[in-house]
């Protein structure tokens, strides 16, 4: 059974650029949310997607945007990067089907952003 | 005031001990609990729900105490492989979104 898989691993960029991340959920997740997280800090919440929409958003700038496709994968896109983007990048996959309504996420290993 | 705070720590403890985390949130709406570990540079992972009533699984004790609104997690007999962060969640009734403490560094030592 695969878990959350994201893409890339590591990426380096200089500020101004856009980025885009992608992630897999887990089998059987049909709902999304991706989350930064800073050095020293707790993940913050950016946005989560279900049936392909955004349904609820963090405190981030319109410059984070995201997508979810027809087979739940999803991307998250960084536009006009700053030096304080640079974090670790972290999607989460749940579901609200199945017995458990306790609705718990299961992360990717993350993708680690440097900003120049 | 945060929504969710921890002691940042770090917690350092012989092996064998007993150590408790205790996590206050500041929503009374709150719903959901859950702790989770997170080892370095790595992502979190699910430690365990915390329902109502406290749960138990193996050496690791949740309670959650909603008049207070706080949560502890309690591990007994550490290991050296409990050294982590062990971060606190909180998900609000009628929103989707997961709160995460800053986590609060485990460090057992030998």
């Known amino acids: 059974d695969a878990g959350v898989t994201q893409s890339p691993t590591h990426l380096i960029k200089t500020r101004g650029q856009q980025v885009t991340l992608r992630c897999s959920p887990k089998?059987?997740?049909?709902?999304v949310s991706w989350y930064q997280q800073a050095l020293g800090q707790g993940p913050q919440f950016i946005f989560q997607y279900y049936e392909e929409e955004e349904r609820q958003r963090g405190n981030f700038p319109d410059r984070f945007s995201g997508h979810q496709f027809p087979n739940y994968s999803s991307e998250l896109n960084v536009n006009a990067l700053l030096l304080g983007d640079s974090a670790l990048y972290l999607c989460?996959?749940?579901?609200?089907?199945?017995?458990?309504?306790?609705?718990?996420?299961?992360f990717g290993p993350g993708t680690r952003l440097t900003v120049l | 005031r945060k929504e969710v705070e921890q002691d940042p720590g770090p917690f350092n403890v012989p092996e064998g001990a007993t150590v408790a985390f205790n996590c206050t949130y500041s929503?009374?709406?709150?719903?959901?609990f859950f702790w989770y570990r997170q080892d370095c540079r790595k992502e979190p992972k699910l430690l365990m729900s915390v329902y109502s009533s406290g749960n138990e699984d193996g050496r690791f004790t949740a309670q959650l105490n909603r008049a207070s609104q706080y949560i502890s997690l309690l591990i007994r007999d550490s290991k050296l492989s409990d050294s982590a962060t062990y971060l606190c969640?909180?998900?609000?009734?009628?929103?989707?979104?997961?709160?995460f403490g800053t986590g609060t560094r485990l460090k057992v030592l030998a």
């Open positions: 089998s059987g997740h049909d709902t």
């Open positions: 989460a996959s749940s579901t609200l089907r199945g017995q458990s309504s306790y609705n718990e996420q299961f």
């Open positions: 929503n009374s709406a709150s719903q959901s």
């Open positions: 969640v909180v998900k609000t009734s009628g929103t989707y979104k997961y709160i």
